[in-house]
T-cell receptor, first 112, second 110 residues
């Protein structure tokens, strides 16, 4: 079956702009989580959605938001971009009954 | 929340067995231990999960002593393609919320 698909793969934005990233989970997976990875901070949890509800949130400012649709696809939005938001953004989907989280290839966001 | 500690980096040679140890002193009774592998510019990939004693799959073994305060990921006969960062995780207490530490950067040399 198809894996987790993230679009776009690469993105360049200017400070102050906003950006929306998309994640399509593995078919049948209703849990989608988002992570930010930077060289300085490593992999950090942003938030998790299950059946269109945010169940868990990491320690990020309100500029970072997300949502999940009825087909389990998820989007995350970052408003008023800052240079420090440059990172690899990863999405993971998971079957609630399984141990394994499946990650996408990520979206590389560069803020200039 | 259980905090994990791993070596920052390790070096090995092709064909050798590599053991990466992770300490998690305040692991909770119900917590499982999970290991992920990550290559540059890719998402992490699940390797193995265990609760106690020994778990083995097609790519690795996981050894967990009786006190469960540490665990060892064993990679048999590594190849150059095993060069990656390896993360040891214990649950964060939240739904599907993975807390990654710095991981262990494994370099396999010819």
């Amino acid at each position: 079956k198809a894996g987790v698909t993230q679009t776009p793969r690469y993105l360049i934005k200017t400070r102050g702009q906003q950006v929306t990233l998309s994640c399509s989970p593995i078919s049948g997976h209703r849990s989608v989580s988002w992570y930010q990875q930077t060289p300085g901070q490593g992999l950090q949890f942003l938030f998790e959605y299950f059946s269109e509800t945010q169940r868990n949130k990491g320690n990020f400012p309100g500029r970072f938001s997300g949502r999940q649709f009825s087909n389990s696809r998820s989007e995350m939005n970052v408003s008023t971009l800052e240079l420090g938001d440059s990172a690899l953004y990863l999405c993971a989907s998971q079957d609630p009954s399984a141990a394994e989280a499946f990650f996408g290839q990520g979206t590389r966001l560069t803020v200039v | 929340l259980a905090k994990t500690t791993q070596p920052i980096s390790m070096d090995s040679y092709e064909g050798q067995e590599v053991n990466i140890t992770c300490s998690h002193n305040n692991i909770a009774t119900n917590d499982y231990i999970t290991w992920y592998q990550q290559f540059p510019s890719q998402g992490p990939r699940f390797i193995i999960q265990g609760y106690k004693t020994k778990v083995t799959n097609e790519v690795a073994s996981l050894f967990i002593p009786a006190d469960r305060k540490s665990s060892t990921l064993s990679l048999p006969r590594v190849s150059l393609s095993d060069t990656a960062v390896y993360y040891c995780l214990v649950p964060s207490g939240g739904y599907n919320k993975l807390i990654f530490g710095a991981g262990t950067r494994l370099a396999v040399h010819p």
